[in-house]
């Protein structure tokens, strides 16, 4: 097959352009303060090529942002700003039509993307009071893409994720009060099932023949198929997940308040059992944590 | 694991060991093959997304367009994948989806005549059968295979039978220029002529049929040249939107009358222009945008740029903003009573 790698000139080209990806994400830093431009995912729309930019500050609370959806598709309607072709993150544009109010303390560092830089950002502040006054300057582009039920449905999707993301950002963790750690647990079925399959793997020669000291753990009330619990190993806790029959893998951990969890993984053991590559840590006598869509606050006594 | 091949090759773009193994070429054309067959365009000539080759199989095509994806969806994406990679710790969701935008796109390069014309169809349908002049079996959303119907009917005409009962249209040359135009005047313009047809006995059509009927007549020598002028990005020229009161006499003296008649009218011209972005804009730093592109367009038509070849796209790149801000800017300088005077015939229409 002719392959694009075999031209030199492509490969040194795509070894810079490398480069220069490895050194922005080098950059990224957490801002003190937010400021328009500053860009976000979230975990309801990680599969998606779409991020989320800060555009303005309430008016009565300056730590209440707007954000709108900053995406690649190709066609551009009415209410969107283009970024210009040079920009670095050129093709880009932001659709100010779908956006959430959040707050600051409910975005966190594990889910900063930088800061998108230019006048695109005040163009599209502008274009947020032009909707507002009913000044938005029609094009003939711009009536075009919104014909186009490709990108209606596009918009639709996007519309749909950003009623999700602020319903869980304005929704309050699930607060487990003075979370209880023995080894009830271990009794329940789903958990059970794994450790028959761990006895039976050892018998047959291939795990360990000792028995196995549980630790005490509560479980966390989640809506996922399978168990999770939140493990005491002494002065830390391990998150791990006893997947249902299906063999699920647990949804990515986005934040833990001890914890850069961009670091961390979820590891596979020889039973099924999944469990947190980072130990978690306490601050002000709670774990707080993220998983998927689903929010914890554990109270330790 | 296959799930993550994207993300697992960006990482190793990233940390500096790829090898420039072609295998994740075998990945991409495996994922290409499946969203082409979803969109049904497998099975099709190459050359609906404008490749060469009878097939995508049994010619070099798909390898082409595996090259060309990789370009698009990965290596001038390369910043923003890995940014998403080191937040989420996954960027294949995102180079799928960009993979089915790609693919998007270039279908509607590709055959863009088709694609608008069955647009125009579609609309003009949804329109009859919005205002109860037809009905759409099945109901819901118009696709290619939805058959629309005359109040009361429940068998559509042949192909034959629809070829026949508009061949007028299709003879009439006005007809032919607009139907595969990207503007509402042009699905108005089918919806009117469906409808003249179900006035005079038309029972029905199946939606792919009739839209392949007016395409057809698209493809005719004398239609090419017109329709490649407008396939140019999509995005109108400077011309349309600065001279709006233009007539053809008027814009043909700007461009070739006597240099002091066209001195004249060029200067009128961009003083209007420049009152106008006073009048009009009152966000500073947007009008001092639009009051440097009105002097940059001078400055090119002074330096013997020939205006009518001016297109936003190529304004943009020169004062290094977007194509469709450079038109949001020039439908800020429209003159405000003309907008107030086009509401109530659009209204009407």
């Known amino acids: 097959m002719k392959n694009l790698f075999d031209d030199p000139n492509f490969r040194e080209a795509s070894k810079q352009n490398a480069a220069m990806a490895r050194e922005r994400i080098a950059q990224l830093r957490w801002p003190d303060m937010l400021s328009a431009g500053d860009s976000f995912v979230f975990t309801e729309s990680y599969d998606l090529p779409v991020r989320w930019v800060c555009l303005v500050a309430h008016v009565d609370n300056p730590l209440l942002w707007f954000l709108v959806a900053a995406d690649e598709y190709h066609q551009v309607g009415t209410c969107d700003i283009e970024l210009p072709e040079s920009h670095p993150l050129a093709p880009l544009a932001l659709r100010c039509k779908v956006g959430f109010w959040a707050h600051r303390d409910d975005l966190n560092m594990n889910d900063y993307l930088g800061k998108l830089e230019g006048d695109s950002v005040l163009d599209a502040r502008y274009r947020l009071s032009e909707m507002v006054l009913g000044k938005v300057p029609i094009t003939e582009h711009g009536l075009i893409a919104e014909a186009n039920d490709d990108y209606s449905d596009w918009l639709a999707e996007l519309m749909e994720v950003a009623e999700r993301i602020e319903s869980r950002l304005q929704s309050e963790p699930v607060v487990l009060a003075n979370a209880t750690f023995d080894l009830s647990w271990s009794r329940d079925p789903m958990v059970e099932m794994r450790h028959s399959e761990a006895a039976s793997l050892a018998a047959d020669g291939f795990g360990a023949q000792k028995s196995i000291q549980l630790p005490p753990a509560t479980r966390l009330p989640s809506k996922l198929p399978g168990r999770l619990l939140l493990q005491r190993d002494e002065e830390t806790y391990d998150l791990v997940y006893y997947p249902s029959p299906e063999n699920e893998s647990p949804p990515k951990l986005t934040f833990a308040n001890t914890l850069d969890v961009r670091t961390g993984d979820w590891k596979r053991g020889a039973d099924g059992v999944w469990t947190w590559s980072q130990p978690l840590g306490v601050i002000n006598s709670e774990v707080v944590l993220t998983l998927g869509v689903e929010r914890f606050k554990v109270q330790i006594a | 694991m296959d799930d993550q091949v994207f993300s697992e090759h960006v990482r190793s773009r990233l940390d500096g060991t790829f090898d420039n193994d072609p295998a994740i070429l075998i990945h991409l054309k495996r994922e290409i093959r499946r969203q082409l067959k979803k969109i049904g365009q497998w099975n099709l000539s190459p050359s609906y ?118 061949s007028e249209s299709l003879g009439d040359r006005d007809f032919v220029k607009l139907v595969s135009r990207n503007c509402p005047a042009s699905w108005r313009m089918v919806e009117r002529v469906i409808e003249k047809h179900i006035d005079s006995g038309l029972r029905g059509y199946l939606l792919s049929e009739l839209a392949k009927i007016f395409a057809e007549v698209c493809k005719r020598p004398d239609r090419i040249a017109d329709v490649s002028e407008d396939t140019d990005d999509g995005i109108g020229r400077i011309w349309d939107s600065i001279s709006e009161t233009r007539t053809d006499v008027r814009q043909s003296r700007y461009l070739n009358s006597s240099e002091v008649d066209e001195y004249d009218q060029f200067a009128a011209l961009v003083r209007d222009l420049v009152g106008r972005a006073h009048e009009n804009i009152t966000n500073e730093r947007i009008r001092n945008r639009v009051l440097r592109m009105i002097e940059k367009i001078a400055e090119l038509i002074r330096e013997g740029e020939d205006v009518r070849e001016l297109s936003c796209r190529k304004l943009g790149v020169i004062l290094n903003v977007g194509k469709t801000t450079v038109a949001e800017d020039l439908a800020r300088l429209q003159n405000p009573r003309k907008e107030q005077d086009a509401h109530p015939s659009e209204m009407e229409s």
């Open chain 2, 49 to 166: 997304l404008a490749f060469d080759g009878e097939s995508w199989e049994a010619s070099d095509a798909l390898d082409e367009l595996a090259n060309e994806a990789y370009i698009h969806c990965i290596e001038k994406r390369l910043q923003k994948l890995a940014e998403h990679l080191a937040v989420t710790g996954t960027c294949d969701g995102s180079v799928r989806k960009k993979i089915s935008w790609f693919l998007q796109d270039r279908q509607e390069k590709g055959n863009p005549i088709s694609r608008r014309v069955f647009r125009n169809v579609r609309s003009a349908s949804e329109s009859l059968v919005e205002r109860e002049k037809a009905e759409a079996t099945p109901s819901g959303a118009l696709r290619a295979s939805t058959i629309v119907l005359a109040i009361g009917q429940s068998i559509p005409n042949s192909a034959e039978e629809l070829a026949d009962s508009f």
